[in-house]
């Protein structure tokens, strides 16, 4: 079965700090996809990215990070610097490599206060 | 790049009504669209698997006389929820996977339904 746990249900930051939020994943598939989606208060999903299980290299996009680690099953997501504009709800989703269906998370709402 | 459309954005209806919600993928054809439902601080669970020229297939614990889906065309699938009820009112997304060189899910910007 496929499970995909974030633990922090709510953050709250002060503007310009750093901020990382957690992501573990359950899967018995060798092939699967992570992804994270950023959800702002309009209600549309917004896709930040997707890594396969096959590419445990790190990623970074501006202020964003993402740290990949099979050995810990974890897909965390930092922000550095963070901003008022990144307040909004972040969801964690797995696809395992057969399926086209998407796993979420419970998500993480984020609050960066200025 | 491709984008995935709802209509309508918001509704209200009385209860014991039909509402129906449209999706559609606005620059790609796709054989399958999916239906998520979130309601308020919570995450997106899948309802059902909207299937192109064939009956769609549903999760667990959702009811598919009470939420009838219909993937007409390879653009268009619609969720309509049938007698509608104040529990039902929620937030309905629908997504869209576009295949290619990099598969790759795009989602509508949700349909906010109140049931009152």
């Known amino acids: 079965a496929q499970k995909v746990t974030q633990a922090q249900t709510e953050i709250s930051v002060v503007e310009k700090e750093d901020v990382t939020l957690d992501c573990v994943y359950e899967?018995?598939?060798?092939?699967?996809?992570l992804f994270w989606y950023k959800q702002p208060p309009s209600g549309e999903l917004v896709f930040l990215i997707r890594r396969n299980s096959f590419d445990e290299q790190n990623e970074i996009s501006g202020r964003y990070s993402w740290n990949f680690q099979k050995s810990t099953s974890s897909f965390n997501f930092t922000i550095t610097a963070s901003q008022v504009v990144d307040s909004a709800v972040y969801f964690c989703?797995?696809?395992?490599?057969?399926?086209?269906?998407?796993?979420f998370g419970k998500g993480t709402k984020l609050t960066v206060n200025p | 790049g491709a984008v995935v459309s709802q209509h309508p954005s918001w509704v209200i209806c009385k209860s014991g009504t039909s509402v129906k919600i449209e999706c559609r993928s606005l620059?790609?054809?796709?054989?399958?669209m999916f239906w998520y439902r979130q309601f308020p601080k919570q995450s997106l669970m899948l309802m059902a698997t909207s299937n192109e020229g064939s009956k769609a297939t549903y999760e667990q614990g959702v009811e598919k006389d009470k939420f009838l889906i219909n993937h007409a065309s390879l653009t268009l699938s619609t969720l309509t929820v049938t007698s509608a009820h104040p529990e039902d009112s929620s937030f309905y997304i629908c997504?869209?996977?576009?295949?290619?060189?990099?598969?790759?899910?795009?989602f509508g910007p949700g349909t906010r339904l109140t049931v009152t």
């Open positions: 997504s869209a996977p576009k295949t290619g060189k990099i598969y790759e899910q795009y």
């Open positions: 989703a797995l696809r395992q490599g057969g399926s086209e269906k998407l796993v």
């Open positions: 620059d790609f054809q796709a054989t399958t």
């Open positions: 899967t018995r598939d060798t092939t699967y996809y």
